[in-house]
């Protein structure tokens, strides 16, 4: 992949304001979308380059990857900061696995109204649980954030925040995931 | 001169620019709307659109309706001496709206914009460029039609920066698409829906709820029951489908419907009609919610739900989406017409007429390959915007292996037999040890959202274009062991069967009822307790019997008369987790 950062002539650096390059992104393929007469080419290198960039931890990873690739090598383990977190997610994930399985084995009304008290307290498990990622991944942008300006200087945190932020994104996609099938089975009118 | 055309499952419409503005085409009847039905008779050329619909009536063996349900299939329908797929039924009415549009114009038209639902599959969206190519135009473009609808919503708000969703309930299909608009540029952000939900849904659940009653009022000592069933055999699942069809349109604005067919009246009311369609109408739910996830956006952060697609004028969908988004729905745009007007200002984009525009679709499905183990390997995720490539290294497993068979699926489930198969082909490795032959492989998805596999030669460098084996055919064997295995089954004892189900059932319900009582009983009266203990007596002799319609009739009783507990269970469920 070429230098995403290059394509949209942004120096490279780990944070970005999202609403900024949306705009940018907008504005190029008005005149570089082949519909508009451009080059099919350029414009699937710039859709490319506006996928990594846009997200934070995509982006921080291709910015690994150009300037200190070997810092990406170690951080495929739970860095120290999430063990805690990883257990607890696991747990809200599980539970809310093994509850859908139970509900969707129960046929008869009576057998899903017994199951209601168990729906409302994993529901509210799930939403502490994501509550607190979404406060951790809120907190790491903000830390991005900060280190953006002499971002040379930190590049071991950054790989660090690269793998915070992975890890986070792909959890709280999985218990958002789970929160939708228990939105969907939530629709206590039909119920009964 | 590029045409827009809307390949409705109902009615298809076509457009063009005109002075800079979408017009759509009227054929010689001053209709803009054609019926998708073509029909073919004892002799002479198919006949298509309203007089298609017309021979349906009186002949509905040779008569095909709703042919999009099937697109990508590949089924062959036999008609008179020959056998049609479903693309060259398409083509037929795709040619009918062309020698329309030409009449109309006095021009000859032979490119196009032909729209999609959004969540169309490759197979599907192929099978609709050959339709397409069948009718003689050269397909300029495959438009998602939420996206189509989102055009021509957008037009006069181009200045504007706003989210939007397309909420489209079509005749067989419902897609969902969210979007941002942006000094012009159209972002699908997410869609979603299914293929295989839509108005044809309603008119099914409508048809098996259908009977006549006798529009004379027959002195009540008259057999009424012998003489409706009479009447309601003689009248074709045609007939009745156009009856329902009338009737549903009416109750959008009217409560209650009668409609005289000879001595008979079909009556249908608003009430009965939402009873029937709520759960289907429900399972646009899902599709919603899981857009708004992929999309990252709450409900309250879009600026405007759109409705399109005849069905949507229905007051039931319009309240299912104002309790979905949390907001009354926009109903500005013609439900009809919103869809062709769209593909006409993309027809206008792409022959430069119009300025100023840019669509950035969204590919609906991922799309991956199988790995080891039997797994999905997703390589291009849903929604990722097209036209897109996406590459891929492969390396031989073991030293000098020849080749690898690589199966590319579409779909959103871990195990590759769940995803839909797109196809099949082989990648030549070099002589090699094990992991030294490398081969890459270029996966794009154009403008059309359709793939194109590309191998590259690790030696010049020159990427040359691989042919897909279809994988249809081996799933084609699959339905046939499915027949013949239901076949096998289909003379067990049907007895034996809805007994042991009954059985299942109130071995869940027995303990349930235990349980339910334990924790809620005291809040039933005693005349509900005495009278939920009967009906548990009566499952349990029933079983000791063994009797099976008994025992079906003995649970539901025993559901009906625990209603009110499971109510007061979760009830209490609420309030405990206050």
Redesign the interface.
Known sequence: MPDAFAIFDLPRRPWLDATALRDEFHRRSATLHPDAGGDGEKFAQLNAAHEILRQPDARLRHLLELEAPELLAHAQKIPPALADRFMRVAAAGQGCAAFLTRHRAATSPLARALLAAEHVTQSSTLETTLADLDTAQTKALARLEILDPGWRAHLPELATLHAELSYLEKWIAQLRESRLQLTLISNLKSEV | MIAGIDLGTTNSLIGVMDAGFPVLLADSDGERLTPSVVHFPQSGEPLVGRAAARMGTLDAAHTISSIKRRMGERTRLPLRDREFSPEEISALILKKLRADAERALGQTIDRAVITVPAYFNDAQRAATKTAGELAGFTVERILNEPTAAALAYGLDKLRDRSKIAVYDFGGGTFDISIL?L????F?VLSTNGDTRLGGDDLDAALISDFRFDSALRPHPSANLPLSVSLRSAQISDWQKRELVNAAKHRLSEEDAVEIPHGADVYRLTRARLEELAR?II?RT??HC??AL?DANLAPGELDAVILVGGQTRMPLIRRIVAEIFGREPDTTQHPDEAVATGATLQAG??S?AVQ?I???DVTPLSLGIETFGGLMNVIIPRN??I???AGELFTNAVAGQQAMLIHVLQGERELAKDNWPLGQFELPFEPAPKGQARVGVQFEID?NGILHVLVRDTKTGAEKKVEMTSAVDVSDEAVEKMLEDSLEHAFEDVNARIFTEAKL?AD??IP??S??LE?AGDLLSETERVEIQTRQQEVESAIAIGAAQPLKSAIAAL?AA??R???L??E???R??R
């Open positions: 941002e942006n000094q012009g540029v972002q759960p429900d739910r899902a919610l899981r996830a984009v792409l430069g100023n840019v669509l950035l990722s915007t036209p897109l490539k403008a059932k869940e319900l349930a009822v349980a339910g924790k559901d625990t209603q507990l499971a109510t269970l979760i209490k469920a609420m405990e987790a």
